[in-house]
């Protein structure tokens, strides 16, 4: 159960208010800490096949990942996460929920358009992405979501290997784009 101890009134954990732009809670650092733990291997796989074939334990289980991400993040349980790439700003706290950056209406400052008094969500994921070295991530294209997942645990998918494909891979070093005066063929008239 989520308590007041909560900065943000619990009227934001609310889907049918909307998402608004959410600066997490926990570091981005500490967030890719804490990473290599929760990665997918042999043993939690075999917990969250344990945790998904009961379902008290399931709904308990995502119930306590809810409270947690919802805490730390602002995560809006969308089934298929992407805090991994995008700093760990989830990017379902957007208001227009942008999944592969901003909008055109982000503000000179930083501002989110919807909720000017808030930095975008997009600002945060990259401030952060580039405070721990990993912007690479941000170039990475996020496939749509499948809203049927809505409110179900994406940490028991991700360590069943269901959405390994949620992005692309990283993109390769692109070269630079060179470019070279338009020549006119013979008897063209110049303007």
């Not at 405070?131 to 496939?143: E, K, N, S, V």
């Not at 499948?146 to 645990?153: A, E, G, K, N, Q």
Request: glycine share 10%; proline share 9%.
């Amino acid at each position: 159960m989520l308590t007041r101890t909560v900065a943000e009134p619990l009227e934001e954990f609310v889907r049918t208010d909307g998402p608004r732009p959410t600066t997490p809670r926990l570091s981005a650092r500490g967030s890719y800490r804490i990473a290599p733990y929760v990665a997918p291997r042999r043993l939690l796989r075999r917990l969250a096949a344990l945790i998904e074939g009961r379902g008290w334990l399931r709904r308990l289980f995502v119930s306590a990942e809810r409270g947690s991400k919802w805490a730390l993040y602002g995560c809006r349980m969308c089934g298929q996460c992407a805090l991994p790439a995008t700093g760990y700003a989830c990017p379902m706290t957007c208001p227009k929920q942008l999944r592969n950056g901003p909008c055109g209406g982000v503000g000179a400052g930083g501002e989110c358009e919807v909720y000017p008094d808030r930095p975008c969500v997009w600002v945060t994921a990259a401030r952060r992405a580039q405070a721990t070295g990993h912007t690479a991530d941000l170039d990475r294209l996020q496939r749509p979501i499948d809203h049927r997942l809505w409110d179900s645990s994406s940490w028991l998918g991700y360590w069943q290997g269901r959405d390994a494909d949620l992005w692309t891979a990283p993109a390769p070093q692109r070269p630079q784009l060179v470019l070279l005066p338009v020549l006119s063929s013979p008897g063209q008239a110049h303007d």
